[in-house]
C-alpha cells in the first residue's frame, strides 16, 4: 500500500514540477499590417483631412469627396491581409533589399495557399513606410480575382484589380483615394 501510494503521488509531483514556464504568444515576425493601420488610424482621425475618391470600372468613370472619412473603413481590406500570425509562419519568406537609407522588404506567399500573395514595404530613412503594396489572388470555379492595395501614408489609397466571374465578362477596376489636407 505505501509503496502504491509512492507511486500514485510521484508522477503528480513530476508533472506539476515542470520548471519555469512563460505564457508566451507564438508570432510570426513579419511587418504588422494590422498594427500599422490601427497606427494610421489614430493618427488620421485628429486630422482634417478630405478624400478625393476616383472609380473606374471597365470604362465608367467617377468622382466624389469624402470630408470626413472614417478610416476604420479605408483601412478595413488593407488590415485584414495581415500575414503576421503563428499559423502563416511558414506560408511565407522574406525578401530585403537594403541600398543606403532605403529598405525593400518583400514578403512572398510560398504555400501558393493563402489569397495574400505578396506584401512589398518600402522604408526610405523614415520610421513610417513610404509604400505598401499587397497583392490578393483568388480562384475557384465561379471566380478569378486579382487585386493590388496600395498605401502611400499621406498620399493616397489605392485599389485596382481584375475580376472574372463564370457567367460575366471580365470587369477591371481601379479606385483611387487621393488624401487631401483641409
Known sequence: MRYFKI???LPLILLSCSG?????VE?????????F????????SNQ?????????????????????????NEFYLLKNCDINKPQL????????????????????????TQRVRNIHVFWSG??????????????????DEEFIYSYQPDKAIGIMG????LFSPPKEFDILNEIKRR
Open 7 to 9: 507511486l500514485f503521488i
Open 20 to 24: 519555469n514556464k512563460k505564457n508566451t
Open 27 to 35: 508570432r510570426a515576425d513579419f511587418f504588422s499590417l494590422s498594427n
Open 37 to 44: 493601420f490601427d497606427k494610421e488610424t489614430k493618427r488620421l
Open 48 to 72: 482634417k483631412i478630405s478624400l478625393v475618391r476616383v472609380v473606374r470600372i471597365d470604362d465608367n468613370v467617377s468622382q466624389s469627396t469624402d470630408t470626413a472619412p472614417d478610416w476604420n
Open 89 to 112: 509562419k511558414y506560408d511565407y519568406k522574406v525578401d530585403s533589399v537594403i541600398k543606403g537609407e532605403d529598405r525593400h522588404y518583400f514578403y512572398d506567399n510560398i504555400s501558393g
Open 126 to 143: 523614415d520610421s513610417v513606410p513610404e509604400l505598401i503594396e499587397i497583392t490578393i489572388k483568388e480562384k475557384n470555379y465561379l471566380k
Open 162 to 165: 481584375t475580376r472574372k466571374t
